[in-house]
């Protein structure tokens, strides 16, 4: 897996590449070497990859031959997955076919296009050899398949960081572009041979008035929905932080629906959803923080105080759990009801139930956050007339609530805002998670004493949790007088 970061720029067929000699941090020029490269490109039948800007391909020649995929990130980046050649042409590797299923939904991927590339390469290198940024002249002849196959030349020219930086690759542009490069009209290759046959189909979005609360709402729903399917490849690879980002996602898309329904109604069976899949993804994720949260404690006690394989089992158990999880979660990725959930978001993007208030100013929203700040004082004013285990769980409704508000917030934009939600949040969100660490280590230790083994660490671990939960506790009133304060002056 690798990042590549690109400027493409379409040429005339009689271009000559500039002198690129002289430039900041480089001390030559090695090349050109000439490579045949034949890729075959796979879709479904209706070109949902290429919608999304995706490109899987099988190429032969080159430096890097093989099966690649090539994810979206931002602008002239993106994620490349590459995976060995396999000895069937047309039928995809697993593993990159599972990455795509989020876009594919199992419809079959098959061979759509094909691409016979004479590629010219030079590299600009630093005084110790290391290639900083390479610079691809392509002469191409792409053919689209099927019943009536359609041949389209052309002359590209493509500039990649290697190990350079961003400042040298526009240095590279502009040399490139006086000499009479023009960026690319197209984002790869194969969207300029498709284009060329037929228009490629493109994610519907809804139609809304500039500056109206329609606009922002969607925008926002838009944004996350896009999220959610970015992190759907990570997570099947099990990336740092990609369950969480996808749990986070599916939440503020719930959140924004539920505050949102004076603008967007007949979304209750989408947030049920929604809720089940945020908690399909919250075990792994829960697993995954605990078990961070256990070793970082660990670490930091004197070592006469572990006593016992505790380190063992607070870690590899854990892990070994953490991975039944994301089994678990791969099997709901490839299930029906997930492809369900993902087409209904993608009606909801495209086909929503507008209101009339949909067409009423932007900035008439913000009524919406002042309400939802009020279920916050709300809640806690239904916290303190309770005690003990009853006031416990009221806060964690506190939190709920602010974490909603904070949610409205930041589709608004009102920063002020969000950042004070945040803060009753992740108080709130301390002591909660010390109470969930001191149960977990209540099982951990009853398994260990099964096991027979010694189980004093763990009364320390849980004194230490204990602590934290209740500074957490007591600081609260104070930040919520502060924040509470701001708030009202805001709103």
Request: one cysteine or more; charged letters at 30%; aromatic letters at 4%.
């Amino acid at each position: 897996m690798a990042i590549e970061i690109e400027d493409k720029f379409d040429v005339p067929v009689d271009y000559e590449l500039p002198e690129l000699t002289g430039l900041p941090g480089c001390s030559g020029v090695v090349g050109p070497k000439t490579h045949q490269l034949v890729a075959l490109y796979f879709d479904t039948p209706d070109l949902r990859l290429a919608a999304r800007g995706i490109t899987l391909r099988r190429r032969r020649g080159g430096t890097d031959p093989g099966w690649h995929l090539k994810l979206p990130k931002a602008k002239g980046v993106r994620q490349e997955i590459v995976h060995p050649l396999t000895r069937s042409a047309k039928i995809v590797p697993r593993e990159l076919a599972d990455l795509v299923l989020a876009y594919t939904r199992g419809a079959p991927l098959t061979p759509v296009a094909e691409l016979d590339t004479r590629r010219s390469v030079t590299h600009l290198v630093n005084g110790a050899g290391v290639r900083l940024v390479e610079i691809a002249d392509d002469r191409v002849k792409g053919t689209v398949l099927g019943e009536r196959p359609h041949l389209e030349r052309w002359r590209e020219v493509e500039a990649e960081l290697i190990e350079g930086d961003v400042k040298l690759l526009a240095k590279v542009g502009k040399r490139l572009a006086k000499a009479g490069a023009s960026p690319a009209d197209s984002a790869s290759k194969l969207s300029r041979l498709l284009n060329a046959a037929a228009p490629v189909p493109t994610v519907r979005l809804a139609e809304t008035k500039s500056g109206s609360a329609g606009e922002v709402v969607m925008g926002y729903l838009g944004a996350q929905v896009a999220a959610l399917l970015a992190q759907d490849p990570r997570v099947r690879r099990a990336e740092e932080d990609a369950v969480h980002q996808m749990r986070v996602a599916s939440r503020r898309l719930r959140s924004a629906l539920k505050s949102f329904k004076s603008v967007v109604e007949g979304t209750e069976e989408l947030q049920e959803e929604l809720k089940w899949l945020a908690g399909v993804l919250g075990e792994a994720r829960d697993l995954e923080v605990i078990r961070e949260r256990f070793a970082r404690s660990l670490a930091t006690l004197d070592p006469e105080l572990v006593v016992g394989p505790v380190g063992t089992r607070l870690s590899s158990d854990l892990l070994d759990a953490e991975h039944e999880a994301y089994d678990r979660i791969r099997e709901v990725l490839g299930g029906e009801r997930y492809f369900a959930l993902l087409d209904a978001l993608d009606d909801l993007v495209a086909t929503p139930l507008l209101t009339k208030a949909a067409k009423r100013p932007a900035d008439s929203l913000e009524a919406v956050a002042a309400k939802g700040w009020r279920r916050v004082t709300k809640a806690y004013a239904t916290a303190q007339a309770v005690e003990g285990a009853e006031r416990e769980e009221a806060m964690h409704e506190v939190r709920k609530a602010a974490k909603r508000a904070r949610y409205f917030a930041e589709v608004l934009g009102l920063g002020e805002l969000a950042k004070h939600a945040e803060a009753v949040q992740e108080v709130l969100g301390t002591h909660q998670d010390g109470v969930v660490a001191q149960e977990r280590l209540a099982a951990e230790a009853a398994n260990a004493r099964l096991a027979g083994e010694d189980t004093f660490t763990y009364g320390v671990l849980t004194g230490l949790e204990r602590a934290g939960a209740a500074r957490a506790w007591e600081e609260f009133p104070k930040v919520w007088a502060e924040t509470s304060g701001a708030v009202e002056a805001l709103l």
